[in-house]
């Protein structure tokens, strides 16, 4: 049988993803945003979601929910959301602000689980925020886990993903279990080619994004984010992978019975002529300075792609970078393959939800990299997935967070984005970015 895990904090479904690629079963995600809720149930139909605060609770319910009947846990996987300050003469863990973390601890150790990874920003390793992290795995010990150190930064960069992104993650298991080794980076067949030409060892963002149409040719995404098209380019094999076209693409995960024919994830953003000039005076791997939106390079990476803020703090979207051939910011689907995520993972529809899903994703090839390792320390081979899964209801996918939250009959939280305050301070955004020849899109 195949691993089970367990997703904590689980967003869209980054590591849910990662690692059912690497051979696990997920069996329960919890999330407390409806929003995301709804997303990753459409991606995981079979997975059960609890839409609840994670301090409500216990490693009961959510085994439970799960349906385990008695089997073990193998992996609680997840990044729970801290401050990280470590302020003199306290503990940064007796922080209310830090309290998930205790929770994400708490989670392992009721479910018992044989092993976890918990990831978080690169920002805990450095400064005062050690302190802090020292903590945090004082905190696993005592609950009865040890924790793989030296602790180790990972770049998804390096596992086959076309962006510069850096991520802490931390392995533990249960005392008594083999700790999981670190993955060692992938390598790319043409990498000597590469590190000749001055180029990166992986996939570029030519060859994540060169054989997708333009959006800005399809009327339709005006006014929705996925439209019918054959106009697909050869694509490179780090594409194909994503488009479902090779034997390897489904790894050990499940596959889905999805629409290659549709170019989904694409909703168009509007921008003025002039931001439009300034995009396509600014040259690759460059900063525009009026916007200080990043500038693609064909034959570069990425920069880290961000979530911006959440509703509870005002809801801004970070800036999505520009095209490297086309005069706009890239799209959620373009976002999405900068990112890992094949093409038939679907996002919220609207830009501002799906750019923040995937800028809080952890990439899925990171993911699936760590879950291997992971495999290994359970002494487990990885079996791929049977059968074909029916993706969910699209109309999960159009969900605002009111609507999300009647779906799973729960409260939505805590939202500025509502507020008329936060009306207001969006439109004086607007106007101020439009001054300056950018109009921010926010659906």
């Given at each position: 049988m195949r691993p089970i895990g367990i997703d904590l904090f689980a967003g869209a479904?980054?590591?849910?993803?990662?690692?059912?690629?690497?051979?696990?079963?997920?069996?329960?995600?919890?999330?407390?945003?409806?929003?995301?809720?709804?997303?990753?149930?459409?991606?995981?139909?079979?997975?059960?979601?609890?839409?609840?605060?994670?301090?409500?609770?216990?490693?009961?319910?959510?085994?439970?929910?799960?349906?385990?009947?008695?089997?073990?846990?193998?992996?609680?996987?997840?990044?729970a959301p801290c401050q990280g300050f470590s302020l003199i003469g306290h503990r940064a863990l007796d922080d209310p602000r830090n309290r998930l973390v205790r929770e994400f601890v708490r989670i392992v150790a009721e479910l018992d689980a044989r092993t976890f990874v918990f990831e978080n920003v690169k920002g805990l390793t450095v400064g005062r925020h050690r302190g802090f992290l020292?903590?945090?795995?004082?905190?696993?010990?005592?609950?009865?886990?040890?924790?793989?150190?030296?602790?180790?930064v990972l770049n998804a960069g390096n596992y086959g993903v076309p962006q510069h992104r850096e991520r802490l993650i931390l392995l533990g298991a249960r005392e008594g279990?083999?700790?999981?080794?670190?993955?060692?980076?992938?390598?790319?067949?043409?990498?000597?080619?590469?590190?000749?030409?001055?180029l990166p060892d992986g996939p570029t963002c030519g060859d994540a994004l060169g054989d997708l149409p333009d959006a800005d040719g399809f009327e339709a995404l005006t006014g929705s984010d996925a439209v019918p098209t054959d106009a697909f380019a050869e694509p490179s094999p780090y594409a194909a992978g994503l488009r479902c076209l090779t034997n390897d693409s489904w790894h050990c995960g499940y596959a889905r019975a999805w629409d290659p024919g549709e170019l989904t994830s694409s909703a168009r953003t509007a921008h003025t002529d002039i931001s439009r000039r300034r995009f396509r005076e600014t040259g690759p791997g460059a900063t525009e300075p009026i916007s200080r939106f990043f500038k693609l390079s064909e034959k570069g990476v990425s920069n880290t792609l961000r979530a911006g803020t959440d509703g509870a703090r005002g809801a801004f979207t970070s800036p999505r970078p520009i095209h490297y051939r086309y005069e706009r910011c890239v799209t959620v689907?373009?976002?999405?393959?900068?990112?890992?995520?094949?093409?038939?993972?679907?996002?919220?529809a609207t830009k501002w939800h799906g750019a923040r899903q995937i800028g809080n994703a952890v990439p899925p090839p990171l993911a699936r990299a760590v879950a291997g390792s992971v495999t290994i320390a359970l002494g487990r081979a990885p079996t791929p997935g049977e059968g074909m899964i029916e993706l969910g209801d699209p109309a999960l996918l159009a969900f605002d967070l009111s609507a999300a939250a009647r779906h799973f009959g729960v409260a939505p939280p805590p939202s500025r984005r509502d507020r008329k305050s936060g009306a207001r301070k969006r439109k004086q955004v607007d106007i101020e970015r439009e001054r300056l020849g950018e109009l921010a899109v926010h659906a």
């Open positions: 479904g980054g590591l849910s993803l990662g690692f059912e690629q690497a051979g696990f079963d997920v069996a329960a995600a919890v999330e407390i945003d409806p929003v995301h809720c709804a997303v990753h149930k459409f991606n995981f139909p079979n997975a059960a979601i609890l839409p609840h605060p994670i301090e409500t609770l216990s490693g009961t319910d959510i085994a439970k929910a799960a349906g385990l009947d008695g089997r073990r846990v193998d992996c609680v996987f997840g990044g020292d903590e945090i795995v004082e905190e696993f010990a005592a609950a009865g886990y040890a924790v793989r150190v030296p602790w180790r279990e083999t700790l999981p080794d670190y993955p060692e980076p992938a390598t790319n067949l043409a990498g000597t080619r590469r590190r000749i030409a001055n689907r373009e976002m999405a393959r900068l990112h890992g995520f094949p093409d038939w993972f679907r996002f919220n």
